[in-house]
């Protein structure tokens, strides 16, 4: 407790209301308490550092002026809320994000009204603000009642397709409501594309170039004559007449760029703002991420994601690793055919680091695309490159593939394009929670016709499918594969092609099959050792690939075994299902067979450790176990204790 920052004010608020009768002094003394116990807190905890310490100021700022939880404060992505929270009576449990039964990482609608949205991907806020205004305007009543909906949306977020559907959308209707383009240079990865450029110009701009466009809009919201005397004024004026026409002409007041960790500058533009705004305004800040704290300033991502960490140093602390991490392995292997083929090329929409996209990049930045937050653009364009005769590796996270899911069936399946899909963050991924989970692609993919799936169970089968992928050039394919370290199995030196739609079995046994797809394969060997002991030796199958199913091995593992049962970290819909039809349609049911498929429970799995969360989910070795002796109708006599 005494290492934890001294805080005589912070520890004073308890929610918004006791913010609002505070000097500028005393604004700008919270925000450095607060920028503290975030600090302490994310060292603790671990998390997402960088982009909270950012908008410090900017939290402090909106909620003095606004009146939340009336006013919606709608946080795009949810990175950058652990000072929000703090702020906003969650305190006492600060300490606990991320924790299984903890505070979410994100905004989470039902941990409190002061989230009034729950966020995880990017670029949602400003439809969300929108239909909240809208609904204020019909009339509608939740509870608390409906006041100004303010989105908060960083430049990385603002360059994804949809954060201009919903301001164009805002702009026709004219209606009040507020926008915050947090502009930090830099959203997980350094920022790209024109917008970045652009906005990167209209903050270098002669503040008095675009004047007379930008009074039209923004000057006409101070209020006249200027309260704060011609000197302040001239400040602000000069501040708020810098371009902003892109906004102005989607129907947006804009007024920026500021600086945002500028208390004062910020309050009274707010206020302004709040006073005197009749439709849309949009106010650019700049910010810096990971502000305040010299490790995550000077970190590569700026502090983005971190382990638990030392205050004083920065240094975290991460355990040693025993196995390769999948990320890292796919990264070198996609490297190496690049050696090989000219052809090969890569596009990650935002996340080359945290694909091993990267990787390539360092030695091949020509062939290496990052297209930022645009997830369908990154689909439909690997399309394009797959027609123009190269060979696109997208690599893109499970949950956030999601979002290209029409650009994968009709610009790609459709179309029947060698698009190779590469699918981190398969499965549970652990304290992101069910934003970021891995659930569905599974049962997503698996119903489009001409795709290959494949799921490796180990790192070296990972190396096997990449090099497989790299192979299939009549079609789309996609190899999914779970955050985190691999088994610490044996690496090939060369990876070899896989025959498309075979499987194969791990150990041969009697009476009871499981078929695993995925790193579950591990817990089955488990549960077979546990199994052993009573007598029980089930044979063991790898999938390897969900589509097409190798049909010969499922029919002969069901042919030849009482139980069969499936195993697979995804949805229903998936494998489990793919393998149930086929049996059905074989009419392997009519001989009596006993089947069983295991896969994640139809529900949202809160934050935990991923061990924690397939505990949950009922898929450890133990359930394996469970599920067998269930089937064989055995009694689990000792096995469960209290």
Sequence with gaps: MSDRPV????????????????????????????????ISAVSETGGHLGAGLGVVELTVALHHIFDTPRDRIIWDVGHQVYPHKILTGRRDRIRTLRQKGGLSGF???????????GAGHSSTSISAAVGYTMARELGGTPDPALGDAVAVIGDGAMSAGMAFEAMNNAGHLKKRMFVILNDNDMSIAPPVGALSTYLSR??????????????????????????????????ILKTMTVGGTMFEELGFSYIGPLDGHDIEHLTGVLRAAHDHATGPVLIHIITRK?????????????????????VITGKQHKSPSNAPAYTKVFGQVLTDLAVRDDKVCAVTAAMPDGTGVGMMADRYPTRTFDVGIAEQHAVTFSAGLAAGGMKPFCALYSTFLQRGY????????????PVRFMIDRAG???????????SYDLSYLGNLPGFVIMAPSDEAELMHMVATAHAIDDGPSAVRYPRGEGVGVDMPEVPHVLEIGKGRIVEEGSRVAILTLGTRLEEARKAAERLSQRGITPTIADARFMKPLDQDMILALARGHEVLITVEEGAVGGFGSH???LLAENGVFDGGLKFRSMFLPDTFIDHASPAQMYE?????AADIETKVLEALGIAEIGVKRA
């Design 7 to 38: 805080t005589p004010l912070l520890d004073r608020i308890a929610s918004p209301a006791d913010m609002k009768q505070l000097s500028v002094a005393q604004l700008r003394q919270l925000a450095d308490e607060l920028r503290a116990e975030t």
């Design 107 to 117: 905004t989470k609608r039902s941990e409190s009204p002061y989230d009034p949205f």
């Design 202 to 235: 209209l903050y270098e701009a002669e503040p008095f170039q675009e004047f007379k466009a930008a009074a039209k809009g923004a000057v006409s919201l101070l209020p006249q004559p200027f309260q704060e005397g011609a000197r302040r004024a001239k400040e």
């Design 290 to 310: 990971g502000k305040g704290y010299a490790p995550a300033e000077n970190a590569n991502d700026r502090g983005h994601a971190t382990s638990k960490f030392d």
């Design 406 to 417: 029409d650009q994968v069936v009709h610009d790609v399946a459709i179309q029947r394009l």
């Design 428 to 438: 549970l991924v652990g304290q992101d929670g069910a934003t970021h989970a891995g």
């Design 579 to 581: 393998v149930a039809q």
């Design 616 to 620: 949950e989910a009922g898929l450890t």
